[in-house]
């Protein structure tokens, strides 16, 4: 039995390695020998860094491992099928390392590590190679790829020198023309950057980018053309498409600045279910929650509940089925890991994206976006994608900065280190106006009743949903305001000034919705008397955290708050947690003045 050792120096083929490492893997595997992609995401998160330390070790050079590693996976995602015993998955994924690694360590010559096209030579004898022109180089290594296939001693060696020349010419198809010839001077023709800017009257720094810009994008169609996925093609064959939905004009006074529900309410706008923003905010609960992470006033709080979740739930309360698409990139630092650790590992290819994109738009239904390249102040937030274009390879999507909107190319949405795309499927089950006045009346009834009895757990015992990361943890429900005071008036604690600003603003705006919610709820006699004495208590909390917003306006700031300013913005927070309290017991006693009525 082979046995192979992992990054600790532990044993993962024996008996007792596999039944202490694969044990846990024989699940995931079964599901990734079926095609589940998710699965096989799972099984890279978990072993990606011992099978780079496996290539490391074998190679001696780090970055040749990466290569070594991301040719690996796509073999071992390729070839699933052929792995019989699920519990020897390590074994057999450690075997795929070292022999890609000893394919790479065979290559001779001074270019082992990157060997450019020209010293490929031209061979013995046959037609003559113009290693000037990048199709006469690709022609001969093609046809050269054969003979060498025939005649090599080595026959792994051979048929990987062969599948990397027969599909050179799909790879290096995927570059603009302007990025095509930058790439063969530099690559086939040996030119330096220096050489290049000048023979384009460009910048040495722009050639510099043009590279780098060239290699991402051969390395995503090397992804590609390795899974077995077909690029859309341009011209003539009817693919190129455009779409871009009309979206409704979207007042201010609509908007929310909680992005995630102003995202769902011009979803359900856009297909003609036009609700009140506060009804949203207030059913799905994002009116009443708080979040503030235990390290300092860091607005990232404001994102971590369970996005996918959320999504679905609200949907479903109003009638709808969702449809999401989430992942977080292989290999690529994902800025709010704690609310996207759950979240599957995903590769960076056009086909796990853009089909999503354009199956809803051609519906005529928008999607709610995660965009991590929001414009100042914002660093990320989510927005409506509304339409894409094939021929310019771009998408376009409102920012919350832009109220014009903005396009993005395809490339920067499918190296979005955060994969988020959701959509509204079906209709609701009431909107044509089937269902009676009382049976609405009821409806509204028992949302409103739900809300308010779930508005009082989240404030008193806080948020169910925890990161599973160690260092990253937050405070929720009206102790939250405990600890926003305690970061501002804190000996050891510096505030965030960023973060605090648009703390302010966020929550400011959702307790104003709560206090609008409240106002509309269907109760009657005493619950509804208390619950409009909660609505003005609520409104009250907004008003002290608009104080403190208008303090603290949300820009892109890193200025330090000096004690003066830091207590003023307590006692804003202060006042604020107070009015929330006072909100709180008064529909604590509008639960009990409706006994147990409907909580379902």
């Known amino acids: ?76 995602f390729l070839h699933m099928g052929s792995l019989a015993d699920t519990s020897r998955f390590l074994p057999w994924l450690h075997r795929i390392v070292r022999n890609q690694a000893n394919m790479r360590l065979r290559r001779g010559g001074p270019h082992r590590r990157e060997k450019p096209f020209a010293s490929f030579g031209t061979g013995d004898g046959g037609d003559r190679v113009d290693w000037g022109d990048l199709d006469s180089v690709l022609r001969h290594l093609a046809r050269t790829a054969a003979d060498e296939a025939a005649n090599d001693r080595d026959p792994a060696e051979s048929l990987l020198r ?28 040996q030119l330096s950057p220096e050489q290049i800017a000048d023979l384009y009257r ?85 009116a009443f929650r708080m979040k503030i992470s235990d390290r300092s006033t860091f607005a990232d709080g404001i994102y971590m509940f369970d996005w996918k979740e959320a999504f679905t739930a609200t949907m479903r309360e109003f009638g709808y089925r969702a449809a999401v698409l989430c992942g977080q990139l292989a290999d690529s630092p994902a800025p709010l890991l704690g609310a996207v650790e759950r979240f599957p590992v995903v590769l960076p290819v056009e086909e796990s994206v853009l089909p999503f994109i354009r199956k809803h738009l051609d519906r005529g239904k928008p999607l709610l976006y995660f965009d991590t390249s929001t414009a100042r102040p914002y660093v990320h937030e989510w927005s409506v994608l509304y339409g894409y274009d094939d021929d310019r390879r771009i998408v376009y999507l409102t920012d919350p900065a832009f109220p014009e909107g903005k396009t993005m190319s395809y490339d920067d949405v ?26 609405r009346e009821a409806d509204r009834r028992r949302r409103a009743d739900r809300t308010v009895r779930l508005a009082v757990r989240f404030a008193k015992q806080g948020c169910e949903y925890v990161p599973m990361t160690n260092y990253l943890r937050y405070t929720s429900g009206l102790a939250a305001y405990d600890r926003w005071i305690g970061h501002l008036r804190g000996r050891h604690t510096e505030p965030n000034r960023y973060g605090l600003g648009q703390l302010a603003m966020v929550y400011a705006d959702a307790r104003r919705q709560a206090a609008d919610y409240l106002r509309g709820a ?71 003045s409706m006994g147990e009525g409907i909580t379902g």
């Not at 846990?24 to 096989?40: I, M, N, S, Y």
């Not at 599909?167 to 790439?183: D, P, V, Y």
């Not at 859309?232 to 939905?245: A, C, I, Q, T, Y």
């Not at 499918?414 to 049976?439: K, S």
Request: proline content about 3%.
């Open 162 to 189: 062969k599948e990397t020349y027969e599909t050179i010419h799909a790879l290096l198809h995927c570059l603009s023309e302007k990025e095509r010839g930058i790439f063969q001077a530099y690559f086939f023709r």
């Open 202 to 286: 460009m910048t040495t720094g722009s050639i510099y980018t043009y590279i780098h810009r060239s290699r991402k994008k051969l390395r995503q169609e090397h992804i590609r053309v390795s899974l077995g996925l077909s690029p859309v093609r341009k011209g003539g064959d009817g693919l190129v498409r455009h779409n871009v939905l009309a979206l409704p004009e979207w007042p201010a006074h609509r908007s929310t600045k909680t992005t995630f529900m102003d995202g769902i309410a011009r979803l359900l706008d856009a297909i003609g279910d036009r609700r009140e923003t506060a009804e949203l905010m207030g059913v799905s609960l994002f």
């Open 522 to 592: 269907p109760f009657e006699g005493e619950a509804m008397r208390l619950t409009l004495l909660a609505s003005e208590a609520y409104e009250q909390a907004a008003e002290a955290l608009g104080k403190l917003s208008g303090a603290m306006p949300f820009v892109r700031t890193s200025e330090r708050l000096e004690p003066d300013a830091r207590e003023r913005c307590a006692v804003h927070v202060e006042q604020a947690r107070a009015f929330e309290a006072a909100a709180v017991g008064y529909l604590e006693k509008a639960i009990e």
């Open 414 to 439: 499918i190296d979005n280190p955060i994969r988020f795309l959701a959509a509204v499927e079906g209709d609701p089950h009431d909107r044509d106006g089937t269902a009676g006045t009382r049976e």
């Open 1 to 76: 039995m082979e046995d192979v050792t992992d990054l600790a120096g532990g044993s993962v083929g024996g008996e007792s390695g596999a039944d202490r490492r694969t044990g846990g893997d024989r699940e995931l595997v079964e599901r990734a020998r079926q095609g589940d992609t998710e699965a096989f995401g799972e099984l890279i998160g978990k072993h990606r860094s011992r099978a780079r330390g496996w290539a490391e070790r074998m190679t001696g050079d780090p970055h040749m491992a990466d290569d070594i590693v991301q040719d690996a996976l796509i073999r071992a």
